[in-house]
Every structure is written in structure tokens, then in C-alpha cells.
């Protein structure tokens, strides 16, 4: 059964540093890893989509990585603004797990001015 | 703009009455699936479905019912609500039927059963 993990689960920086993400699967029969933004009782706002046979994608201070083989996805936000507060959660389509996401519990991200 | 667009936002109801969570998209997407978030267990998939007329279960499907009548719509049904379905709900589309280009997902419905 797929497994997803983020860690750190809470993270608190200054506005202007550049900062990583990590997430970790179990089970690196993926199609694809999609990363999440989602701000305090609202919903799920899609920021990045790897597929299993690319290794990063960009949308402007976001960078994802995917190192498909050791289960991993890191999420590199630069030069941090306080907009940028928010939980971040990513989520994997395993080749097994049927039509189902598979998500981690997130990251919250709060940046201070 | 393309967007899922779900209603209520906000539901507060008591044990037992029947309600419905609506769900509509705007993109075509052959695909569409409720998920629920609770704190300390994640986004769980409720039920989804492939295409019109055809849904199924996903992982924790007991005390919901959905439909599947045309391709845009997809309400989930909770005909006898219990405080444990108290929760965050999200409903998602993706293209086709694997998810190949990832997902989109509605802003939410929180409800609170009482």
C-alpha cells in the first residue's frame, strides 16, 4: 500500500529565503506526483503535475523535483513572500492504487514578514 | 474559467436528515471523485467515477450514495448523516479516466453533523 510522507509537517521562515519541501513515497510504481497549495478552510489548488518520466517542472518561484527510483519529490519555493503561507501537500497516482490519490498529511508554511 | 464548483461551502445539519453535496465541472473531465480530509488521517477517496453512469467505491464509502447522470455533475449523497461524517469534502475531475493530467478540485465543503 502506497505510503506518503512530508516532512518537515510545519515550517516557519522569514520572508525572502528560498526553502524545500520534502516528500517521500513507498512505492515508486507512479504515473505521476502533483503538488498542492491549500490556504485555511479553502480548497486544493494544484501547482505543479510531474509525470513519472520527468524529473522537474517549473511555475515560476516553484521548482518540483521527481527521483522517481528512490521515492522522493522535493518542492523548492524562491525568495519566500508571506502570500506564500499555506499548507502543501503532495500526492501521488500509484500505477496500483487504482483512480485514487495518494496524499501526504502536508507541510505548513507560514512566512513572516 | 475552469473550475469545479461545489455547494454548500458550509453545512451544519443534524443526525439523520438527508442531504445533498453537489458538484458540478466545467471542463469535460470524463473523470470525478469525492475525497474527505480529516486532521491526522488525510484526504481519503469516497467514491469515484469513470464516466457517465459508472461509479465505485473507493476507500471509505459506508454512509455515502452518489450518482452519476450526466458527465458534468456529480453529487454525493449522505442519506442518513452521522456526527463521524463530520468533514472537510472535496470533489475532483481530471481528464479521461487515469489522471494522467493530474486533477482538479473544488473549493471545499465543510460540514458538521450534529
Known amino acids: 500500500k502506497q505510503e506518503v510522507t512530508q516532512i518537515p509537517a510545519a515550517l516557519s521562515v522569514p520572508e525572502g529565503e528560498n526553502l524545500v519541501l520534502n516528500c517521500s513515497f513507498t512505492d515508486s510504481a507512479i504515473y505521476n506526483l502533483q503538488w498542492f497549495r491549500q490556504d485555511p478552510g479553502k480548497g486544493l489548488t494544484s501547482l505543479l503535475l510531474?509525470?513519472?518520466?520527468?524529473r522537474e517542472q517549473t511555475s515560476g518561484r516553484l521548482n518540483a523535483s521527481l527521483d522517481k527510483s528512490s521515492g522522493r519529490s522535493t518542492l523548492y519555493i524562491a525568495a519566500s513572500q508571506p502570500g506564500d503561507s499555506a499548507t502543501y501537500l503532495c500526492a501521488v497516482k500509484g500505477e496500483t492504487s487504482g483512480s485514487r490519490l495518494t496524499f501526504g498529511e502536508g507541510t505548513q508554511l507560514t512566512v513572516n514578514p | 474559467e475552469a473550475q469545479v464548483t461545489q455547494n454548500p461551502r458550509y453545512l451544519i445539519t443534524v443526525t439523520g436528515k438527508k442531504l445533498t453535496v453537489t458538484c458540478s465541472q466545467n471542463m469535460n473531465h470524463e473523470y470525478m471523485s469525492w475525497y474527505r480530509q480529516d486532521p491526522g488521517l488525510g484526504l481519503r477517496q469516497i467514491y469515484y467515477?469513470?464516466?457517465?453512469?459508472?461509479?465505485d467505491k473507493g476507500d471509505v464509502p459506508e454512509g455515502y450514495k452518489v450518482s452519476r447522470k450526466e458527465k458534468r455533475n456529480f453529487p454525493l449523497i449522505l442519506e442518513s448523516p452521522s456526527p463521524n461524517q463530520t468533514s472537510l469534502y472535496f470533489c475532483?475531475?481530471?481528464f479521461g479516466t487515469g489522471g494522467i493530467l493530474g486533477y482538479t478540485f473544488g473549493s471545499g465543503t465543510r460540514l458538521t453533523v450534529v
Open positions: 510531474i509525470q513519472s518520466s520527468q
Open positions: 467515477s469513470m464516466n457517465v453512469e459508472v461509479t
Open positions: 475532483a475531475s481530471s
